[in-house]
């Protein structure tokens, strides 16, 4: 009798799941740092004299117990990381986190400044489109509402690393799932040209519309209202996304077998360069020297083929104005 796998495998995954689970705050557990931040609590925060905070600190809601939590990450990782063989253990997360060193209050630094080069390049890529592309191209206001996205998207993930609070971790994940689900939305309308004023296409981009309106207001409200599944928004995205890079990398084929230009083929390039910088997310190690961790290496890792796409999407939208489609 042969073996069930599914069962097998699923009970894997729970298992994989809720190991993560529990290794994710182990550092926030140990009786080492609680005891720190209790003490430190009560010697700065609920003394008569309660030790004085930064303004720059306060302006992003720094207060004594949250500066006790961060102190106490890197006492007590300091002293892990100080202790000699065969009893030196590995960096620990707090609260589901990495013991990040700040700067200027922000809890990640580098997550910071990479999301502004992606919240740059889109910016960047705006205004390129608005320069070389005519405002009476059909796609085009599709584009820069691509960009619109993307702005919201890494603007939202500058706040929430700058301060990681509930409210803006959930507006970092909304924006980011409507980035993604609205490459999804455009890719069919430039694959398919939905935008062509005939009336059949005209009904399919309505309906196309209503469709991923709906799909993204339910994805919201799932998260807000039903559970917040970090699991589910996970595959979510990452569902979506493999979508929109199969329609871009097919159309990406096409076009280049069409028109024999070499700048028909970036869409697959780009693809396989996300492809690439998300492998950063799955090699997760604990932050270099306390500024740098795999997350914020994907986020370097999109700008580049950010650019490279806006550039694909003025060139496409030139040679369809032109009707070239002879090759070199």
Not at 20 to 32: K, V, Y
Not at 270 to 278: G, K, L, S
Not at 298 to 307: A, E, K, S
């Amino acid at each position: 009798m042969k073996p069930r796998l599914a069962p097998i495998w699923r009970t894997l995954a729970i298992l994989t799941l809720l190991i993560a689970l529990t290794n994710a705050s182990q550092g926030d557990r140990s009786h080492e740092f609680r005891d720190c931040v209790q003490v430190c609590e009560t010697v700065n925060c609920h003394s008569n004299n309660p030790t004085p905070i930064p303004l720059h600190r306060r302006l992003l809601l720094w207060t004594c117990p949250a500066e006790c939590d961060y102190t106490c990450q890197h006492i007590h990782t300091t002293q892990r990381l100080a202790r000699v063989p065969p009893y030196h253990t590995p960096v620990l997360q707090y609260h589901g986190k990495w013991p990040f060193y700040r700067f200027m209050g922000m809890q990640e630094p580098f997550s910071v400044l990479f999301s502004l080069f992606n919240y740059l390049a889109h910016d960047w890529g705006m205004s390129q489109l608005r320069t070389h592309v005519p405002g009476s191209y059909a796609l085009r206001w599709y584009y820069l509402l691509f960009g619109y996205v993307g702005l919201a998207s890494w603007g939202f993930s500058m706040v929430f690393h700058t301060r990681d609070f509930s409210v803006t971790e959930k507006l970092d994940y909304f924006a980011a799932g409507a980035n993604v689900l609205y490459g999804l939305y455009y890719a069919p309308i430039r694959v398919f040209r939905l935008d062509k004023n005939e009336p059949r296409k005209k009904s399919v981009l309505r309906l196309w519309t209503v469709v991923c309106v709906v799909l993204y207001l339910l994805h919201v409200g799932y998260l807000s209202l039903w559970r917040w599944d970090y699991t589910y928004n996970m595959a979510a995205n990452v569902v979506v996304g493999i979508i929109a890079n199969l329609l871009w990398s097919g159309f990406s084929v096409v076009q280049y077998r069409k028109i024999g230009r070499t700048w028909a083929v970036w869409p697959g390039l780009c693809v396989a360069w996300i492809i690439v910088a998300m492998s950063m997310e799955l090699l997760d190690f604990a932050p270099w020297r306390g500024m740098i961790d795999a997350h914020s290496l994907w986020h370097l890792g999109t700008v580049v083929p950010t650019v490279l796409w806006y550039n694909f999407l003025i060139r496409d939208a030139q040679a369809d104005i032109a009707g070239t489609r002879t090759k070199r």
